[in-house]
Each structure stands twice: as C-alpha cells, then as structure tokens.
C-alpha cells in the first residue's frame, strides 16, 4: 500500500527523533539546516538560552551576490562557509550538526563540507 504522507510529514517525523538526542549548549551550539527548493538556510542556536547566535541564508543580499551563477550545491558549500566564518568571528570553534531531518547528501553535505573547510569542528 503506498503511503499517504508527504515527504515533508516523514521529514519533520525525522526530525523530531534526531532533536530527542540533540542538544546544543553555549560551548557547542546546534549548526541547523534547513532547504527549501530554492533557497538554504542555516542557523547556529544556542538551546539552553533559546538564542540564535549566527545565521546565514542565501536570500540575504551579500550572499546572493556571491552564489549567483552558481549552482545550488556549490551555493550551499559558500553558504556553509560563511555561517563557519560568522560563528569563529563570535569565538565559536566546535558545533553538533544538525541535519534537520534531511538526508546527509547534496546540499545538506555540500553545507557540513564548506564549514569544515573554513574551520569549524564537528
């Protein structure tokens, strides 16, 4: 019998049991991705304040500039960069990552991929 879910429903079900075991604390805080079909997000929160302390997303002007011509995965790796770039400028060094339910490939990858490559841990 074929499901009647949405991939959406599945992934926030996803989600949701990954966060059960995830946490992100003010010396490591959560590195959060979230994709749309046009766009990628990230956030680096803090859960114990309930804070965001950087974020970066491809819908911000400096950053649109930078990725346009590019392709989607090669935008999200610049995106992953700069977030990385933002958090070491606010003394953050190491991070859980959190793949917001998504499969650990593509973009989400490309992501995890250009933080590490600007120096962050995790």
Known sequence: MVSKE??????????????????????????????????????????????????ASS???????????????????IIGQIAAERAKAKGIEKVVFDRGGYIYHGRVKAVADGAREAGLDF
Request: glycine share 4%; proline share 1%.
């Open 59 to 77: 819908t911000e002007k400096e950053i649109k500039e930078a990725i346009s011509g590019k392709t989607k995965t090669e935008a999200a790796k």
């Open 6 to 55: 949405s991939s959406n429903v599945r992934r926030l079900e996803r989600h949701r049991r990954i966060r059960n075991n995830l946490n992100g604390t003010s010396e490591k805080p959560r590195f959060d991705v979230f994709r749309s079909t046009k766009h990628i997000f990230v956030q680096v929160i803090d859960d114990t304040q309930g804070v965001t302390l950087v974020s």
